[in-house]
């Protein structure tokens, strides 16, 4: 078999170890999946969606609605975009608990950090374009946020959102963030941290003399794994897009008055429910800056994982970085149910 343009992508063979499901549990790759799928999706979408106040959930409703396959379309980028925060966050998760993250990978392993930043914005910007009575919570108190920052709070707010008022230059300034601003940054990122990927040896593994598994595989191999797990998500994410439509509300027709059932988006609950607790300035961004200040940390500050436990699961030698992980993870997760 003559290797095509998928399989050039890979070294002609590779350590099996690399590619075991239960080592990196392939979230990395589907992740580069859900996104392609987004890029196709949204794309199909901007040829319906009307980015002004007026328009915008109306043409969401046009789309979901009327157009030929709309809903299909818009279904399938709805929950590309949630399952890829879930897809991304486990594997964070998997990097910090095998200790793939040491040198060389340090770096690599910032720009995944600001990827999942990116997506995580790409998914409230998203949100809002919907510009339905379901978004009002985050637009009106996700935005005044911005406002409780000291000295540039102000100007950040403004320049955000368009002017001193919300409106329809809001919606533009999201849409072009959505389409353009967030889609280069997280193109550029996500490509240099594939080529980074390859360039720091692959997936991590101890070195040659400390591996006890010699076994490698081919890059045809490699392509068929792939392919067979495009092949799953693919069917997975059809399924849901069948079965369960994404939201769409009326329209907002006014825009100060949220009432008090409105909820953020799922990936910001817990940050909802820790604005209940006090300052927002404090909760809402001051602690969800440590916490992704403490994640970036971990491959500069924290105990490195000993070279023989690099991509074993749950190495002793970085206990601590675990730990935290987990804790910040649950604390999440606990905010989130219980909000
Ligand atoms: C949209 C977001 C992301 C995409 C598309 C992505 C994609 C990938 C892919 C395809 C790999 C190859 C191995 C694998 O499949 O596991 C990989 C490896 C890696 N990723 Fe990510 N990633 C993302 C986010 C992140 C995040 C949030 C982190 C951590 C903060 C991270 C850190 C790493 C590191 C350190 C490696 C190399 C070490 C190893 O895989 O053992 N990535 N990434």
């Known amino acids: 078999m003559r290797p095509n343009f998928f399989h050039h992508l890979h070294p002609p063979t590779i350590p099996a170890k690399q590619s075991r499901w239960r080592y990196t549990l392939g979230a990395g790759g589907i992740a580069v999946f859900l996104s392609l799928v987004l890029l196709v999706t949204g794309a199909l979408e901007m040829f319906y969606y009307i980015p002004t106040q007026a328009e915008a959930a109306q043409s969401i409703q046009t789309i979901s609605y009327l157009v030929p396959f709309g809903g299909l379309v818009r279904n399938l980028h709805f929950w590309a975009a949630q399952l890829l925060l879930?897809?991304?966050?486990?594997?964070?998760?998997?990097?910090?608990?095998?200790?793939?993250?040491?040198?060389?990978?340090r770096f690599n392993y910032l720009?995944?950090?600001a990827l999942f930043i990116l997506s995580i914005l790409l998914d409230f910007t998203g949100y809002i374009l919907r510009w339905d009575q379901g978004i009002q919570w985050a637009l009106v108190v996700g935005t005044n946020?911005?406002?409780t920052i000291p000295w540039i709070g102000e100007s950040l707010y403004r320049l955000l959102i368009g002017g001193a008022e919300l409106g329809d230059a809001?919606?533009?300034?999201?849409?072009?963030?959505?389409i353009v601003g967030l889609i280069l940054l997280a193109s550029i990122l996500g490509i240099w941290h594939l080529f980074r990927v390859r360039r720091d040896g692959g997936v991590a593994l101890p070195p040659p003399n400390l591996r006890a598994d010699h076994e490698r595989?081919?890059?045809?191999?490699l392509v068929r794994?792939?392919?067979?797990?495009?092949?799953f998500v693919s069917a997975a994410l059809l399924?849901?897009?069948?079965?369960?439509?994404a939201p769409i509300?009326?329209?907002?027709?006014?825009?100060?008055?949220?009432?008090?059932d409105v909820r953020a988006p799922w990936f910001f609950l817990w940050v909802q429910e820790m604005l209940k607790w006090g300052d927002p300035f404090f909760w809402g961004i001051l602690v969800p800056l440590f916490m992704l200040v403490l994640l970036a940390i971990i491959p500069y500050f924290f105990p490195q994982p000993a070279e023989h436990e690099i991509g074993s699961w749950f190495p002793k030698s970085n206990r601590l970085a675990q730990i935290v992980v987990a804790v910040l993870a649950s604390a999440v997760l606990v905010l989130t149910l219980i909000e």
């Open 86 to 105: 879930i897809v991304v966050a486990v594997h964070l998760v998997r990097v910090v608990f095998t200790g793939a993250y040491t040198p060389p990978r």
């Open 111 to 113: 720009l995944g950090l």
């Open 145 to 147: 946020l911005l406002k």
């Open 170 to 178: 809001t919606l533009i300034r999201f849409y072009a963030w959505h």
């Open 217 to 221: 595989i081919s890059r045809f191999e």
């Open 225 to 231: 794994r792939e392919v067979l797990a495009m092949i």
């Open 239 to 245: 399924l849901l897009a069948a079965f369960v439509p």
């Open 249 to 260: 509300a009326p329209p907002i027709t006014e825009l100060t008055a949220i009432s008090g």
